[in-house]
């Protein structure tokens, strides 16, 4: 019955948001675009972050092979959008079988520090290379029409979502959630965590690939800085984290709460927004500390005493 | 004689220390060895190396016949290798019976079954150790013996055929540890080889078909379990030297 009404409820939320091109305003539209490739961004780090427990900073690398696959694919070899976005995934997935192979050995603070040197090195690497536009940038080919734009987003959040959905109630996300849990005991009870570690990252880098590959076919200008932008990395964790890691709709929830707020702060009192956005997620970390989705399970049995426990919990 | 595990000549050093000092002995098929020793005498350690979180330094392991020290801790684990943790590792965010499920859902025998069957059957094994009536908890919610029930549940879910018990009774008063035997020997019953480290000299002597004792690394001792406890260097190892 609970599921019935969570899939019915899913449904109605999504069929709505489909026909926001048709009555929002262009900025909403847009505001609308940017807040479901967050969001997209967000639930995909949610499957190597939340449910496996590897903080990655590695995954807006992803956003941008995604984008470089469609804007090399499209300006270079004249190719149609779907086959720069199947560039960018390929580009994407061989660089999380690669680089994941040495990189999950390291855990914790380790694994995120070496992550962290990824979006440099992509920028360094790029930026000397004449096929990539070198640190110019490419020009991609214009096509007018945010509904397509938001459609596509719509349309990736929703299979992101479903396949986070999936994880978390299969053989594949048990391994997964085990190793997050404790890895060694997960090894001796038959989970090949290697293995699952690597296709845990693969299958992130699918979806925040052909996001980038979205944005980047909207925006229709790329360069090396934006495309491997870490601050990127740093708001998905953030979303993620906010809404509830290792959930299935905590990071959506997330990107979509945090969005609304950057942008009400950005346009009201501008230049004290980054100030104003700063307070409430230290308000979010004190207050809830487990994130939205623990917030909302839980306030209706505890009341305003969830706040008062985290408080104590966090000994502030 | 049917041997399911054999432990030849192994050694682990440490850098400079040798934790394990060319131990040999076997496991046959549906016994339970007792495997004793001080503090330090490198009894958890052999139960690593078994299990595969250690490798040896030297020497080999066999697992019905087949040697297995140099594969990964999973694949023991798919052959029928499970171990509980002296120092308890639950997955402490997951509920009890979803802990015991990824036993049955990465286990020996059946594991391509689905999460509802995996959770059916976890359920079973918890009503098994006697901790059903917690399932719905999360697991760091447990105090110290229900802990060792779930590691006991956790193993048993892989449905192995090799069960190395890490101290499953420390902590536990006269009427748990009755139970946590009883339990034992209904798994042996069911034709699980054990291999069994404990303290309790009491539980150890009543279950043990074999003993063996281990002291700095070194094998000092083996054989039936009463013969064994009187042996002179088993009682100075663990009550020192007798003054004159």
């Known amino acids: 019955m609970k599921l019935a009404s969570t899939l019915a409820l899913s449904v109605v939320v999504v069929g709505v948001l489909a026909t926001v091109p048709w009555w929002g305003s262009a900025v909403l539209v847009q505001f609308g675009i940017n807040a479901l490739i967050l969001a997209t961004l967000a639930q995909s780090w949610n499957i190597i972050g939340g449910y496996t427990g590897y903080p990655s900073f590695g995954n807006s690398v992803f956003y941008g092979l995604g984008g470089y696959g469609v804007a ?215 207050f809830m500390p487990r994130g939205l989705a623990d917030l909302v399970r839980r306030f209706r049995q505890q009341g305003w005493r969830y706040f008062q426990a985290n408080i104590q919990a966090h000994r502030v | 004689m049917d041997a399911i595990l054999e432990v030849c000549q192994v050694t682990k050093r440490f850098h400079g220390l040798v934790a394990i000092d060319k131990v040999t002995f076997t496991l046959e098929r549906n016994k339970i060895l007792g495997l004793i020793g001080p503090n330090g005498a490198g009894k958890t350690t052999l139960v690593s190396l078994i299990s595969g979180t250690l490798e040896p330094t030297d020497g080999s392991i066999l697992f019905e016949g087949a040697p297995i020290h140099q594969l990964p801790a999973y694949r023991r684990g798919l052959l029928g290798i499970a171990r509980t943790f002296q120092v308890m590792r639950p997955f402490p965010g997951l509920t009890v019976l979803d802990n015991v499920a990824v036993g049955a859902l990465f286990g020996t025998a059946n594991n391509s079954h689905g999460l509802s069957e995996a959770q059916e059957e976890a359920h079973r094994w918890l009503k098994f150790v006697g901790l059903d009536h917690r399932a719905a908890q999360r697991a760091d919610a447990l105090g110290g013996p229900d802990r060792k029930r779930l590691e006991l549940a956790k193993a048993l879910a892989m449905r192995p055929k090799l069960l190395l018990l890490d101290e499953v009774m420390a902590g536990l008063n006269h009427v748990e540890i009755e139970e946590v035997i009883s339990v034992i020997k209904k798994v042996r019953d069911q034709g699980i080889s054990i291999l069994v480290i404990e303290h309790v000299m009491k539980a150890i002597q009543s279950l043990s078909d074999r003993l063996v004792v281990l002291h700095h690394g070194e094998k000092i001792a083996e054989g039936e379990p009463e013969d064994v406890l009187s042996n002179d260097q088993v009682i100075t190892a663990y009550l020192g030297r007798k003054r004159l």
């Not at chain 1, 690597?198 to 880098?205: E, R, T, V, Y």
């Open chain 1, 72 to 286: 090399v694919g499209m300006v270079q070899f004249q190719l149609p959008f779907a086959a720069g976005l199947a560039l960018g995934v390929f580009l994407a997935v061989l660089f999380a079988f690669l680089l994941g192979l040495p990189v999950l050995r390291l855990r914790g603070h380790y694994f995120a520090i070496a992550t962290l040197g990824l979006a440099e090195v992509m920028t360094a690497i790029v930026s000397n290379l004449e096929i990539a536009g070198r640190n110019i940038g490419l020009i991609l080919p214009l096509l007018k029409g945010d509904t397509l734009f938001f459609e596509l987003s719509l349309a990736l959040l929703v299979i992101t979502t479903m396949t986070v959905a999936w994880i978390s109630r299969s053989r594949f996300g048990f391994g997964l959630i085990a190793i997050r849990e404790n890895e060694e005991a997960a090894a001796v009870m038959g989970v090949n965590t290697t293995l699952y570690k690597i296709l845990g990252f693969a299958l992130c880098s699918i979806f925040a690939a052909i996001a980038g590959g979205i944005h980047a076919y909207w925006i229709t200008y790329l360069d090396p800085t934006s495309a491997f932008d870490i601050t990127l990395n740093v708001k998905m964790i953030i979303m993620a984290v906010f809404g509830g890691p290792g959930t299935i709709f905590g990071p959506v929830l997330g990107a979509f709460v945090l969005s609304a707020i950057s942008e009400v702060l950005a346009t009201k009192v501008t230049s004290l927004a980054g100030i104003f956005f700063g307070l409430v997620i230290v308000a979010a970390i004190v």
